[in-house]
T-cell receptor, first 112, second 115 residues
Framework: RKEVEQDPGPFNVPEGATVAFNCTYS??????FFWYRQDCRKEPKLLMS???SGNEDGRFTAQLNRASQYISLLIRDSKLSDSATYLC?????????????FGTGTLLAVQP | EAGVAQSPRYKIIEKRQSVAFWCNPI?????LYWYQQILGQGPKLLIQ????????DSQLPKDRFSAERLKGVDSTLKIQPAKLEDSAVYLC?????????????FGEGSRLTVL
């Protein structure tokens, strides 16, 4: 089983739609979780951290379910500019190693 | 503030040839990573340095890949000899407190094509 798994998509949604991505991780001891965004032929950039209690940043909401070992990202009122690949990132071993494992990414295409 | 610098941006070589990539991280960032990103996949960690020491190189194909970070600043990643399956973007990233902030600062990458 891969350490971090995501549905590769693509998710094709109209502008204004709400879309959600899930990501599962294999190591129950994983400590920290993040979502990155990668535009076509660009480098990945941090979108947001995922906190145990869930957190929101504008139209983006991230949630963590430790019992089921999955993370989710919800995007409300999708914009054309949200079209990108969304990468789930997990630190599986805690602060001592600073290791960050990336998922395959989920491709989102927002249509006009 | 200057970002992570990588060179070359593009490289085309024949299989069995060698290639080297260079990375200059953001000043003050102790942690440096090399990731390999094959088209359609997420970045795969090849090697992680903390200052000039290797923290994790479990996914580095050591029969053909090598990396070093002299003096805890710049780093080079070398492939010798290259195989067709090494065609990918090689991303260098640096961070100050990655486990806490999760924020890696990536360079623009070095795109390798092996023919």
């Amino acid at each position: 089983r891969k350490e971090v798994e995501q549905d590769p998509g693509p998710f094709n949604v109209p502008e204004g739609a709400t879309v959600a991505f899930n990501c599962t991780y294999s190591n129950s001891a994983s400590q920290s979780f993040f979502w990155y965004r990668q535009d076509c032929r660009k480098e990945p950039k941090l979108l947001m951290s995922v906190y145990s209690s869930g957190n929101e940043d504008g139209r983006f909401t991230a949630q963590l379910n430790r019992a089921s070992q999955y993370i989710s990202l919800l995007i409300r009122d999708s914009k054309l500019s949200d079209s990108a690949t969304y990468l789930c990132v997990v630190n599986p071993y805690g602060g001592a190693t600073n290791k960050l494992i990336f998922g395959t990414g989920t491709l989102l295409a927002v249509q006009p | 503030e200057a970002g992570v610098a990588q060179s070359p941006r593009y490289k085309i070589i024949e299989k069995r040839q060698s290639v080297a990539f260079w990375c200059n991280p953001i000043s003050g960032h102790a942690t440096l990573y090399w990731y390999q990103q094959i088209l359609g996949q997420g970045p795969k960690l090849l090697i992680q340095f903390q200052n000039n020491g290797v923290v994790d190189d479990s996914q580095l194909p050591k029969d053909r890949f090598s990396a070093e970070r002299l003096k805890g600043v710049d780093s080079t990643l070398k492939i010798q000899p290259a195989k067709l399956e090494d065609s990918a973007v090689y991303l260098c990233a640096s961070s100050f407190r990655p486990a806490v902030t999760g924020e890696l600062f990536f360079g623009e990458g070095s795109r390798l094509t092996v023919l």
